[in-house]
């Protein structure tokens, strides 16, 4: 978060080996800060990692017709949590929000031959939010979908 100490040390060295080849290195004090932050995990980007993963385990119980335990409250965490960009949060992100937690919790509520098509419903509603704001995964997220 706080670039101040490597951009403290990154101009330290600057300074240090200033009579070497001053040009490269101006240039490694511009871009370091930069990549930082590229790499960062946010909160909602870790949440939805584990929505992903935990669903592929999800769709093999319900195709296999095993027990599928319990809705997973940590999905919750989708209304609160912190986001690499803010700007994702819209006005229509709380609706979009509550139809996957709904979708999601009705799989579970569900006849066990009902099932398979509540899950899809949450595939729609995990698309649904991301049409609006991030395209990227929807093809991963497309392979949920039981045929
Ligand atoms: C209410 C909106 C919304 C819903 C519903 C939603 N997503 Fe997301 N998803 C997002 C946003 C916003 C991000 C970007 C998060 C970030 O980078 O902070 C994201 C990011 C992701 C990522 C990329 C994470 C990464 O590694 O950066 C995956 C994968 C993903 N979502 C899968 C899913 C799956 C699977 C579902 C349904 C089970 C789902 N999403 C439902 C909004 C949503």
């Known amino acids: 978060m706080n670039k101040l100490p490597i951009i403290f040390l990154l101009t330290f060295l600057l300074v ?56 997973n409250e940590a999905y919750l965490k989708i209304h609160t949590a912190k986001l690499t960009d803010s700007s994702d949060l819209d006005e229509t992100y709380p609706a979009f929000a509550n139809h996957f937690i709904k979708a999601q919790k009705e799989i579970f509520a569900a006849s066990e031959k009902e099932r398979a098509e509540k899950f899809n419903d949450v595939v729609d509603a995990c698309i649904a939010c991301h049409k609006d704001r991030c395209t990227g995964p929807i093809p991963r997220i497309e392979k949920l979908r039981i045929q």
């Not at 080849?21 to 990692?49: H, Q």
């Not at 584990?50 to 599928?68: F, P, R």
Request: one cysteine or more.
């Open 16 to 71: 240090s080996c200033q009579n070497k080849k001053p040009a490269k290195e101006i240039k490694v004090v511009n871009e370091v800060p930069a990549s930082f932050d590229m790499y960062k995990t946010s909160e909602m980007a870790e949440l939805m990692r584990t929505m992903l993963a935990k669903n592929k385990v999800l769709k093999e119980q319900i195709v296999n017709g095993e027990d599928i335990g319990h809705f």
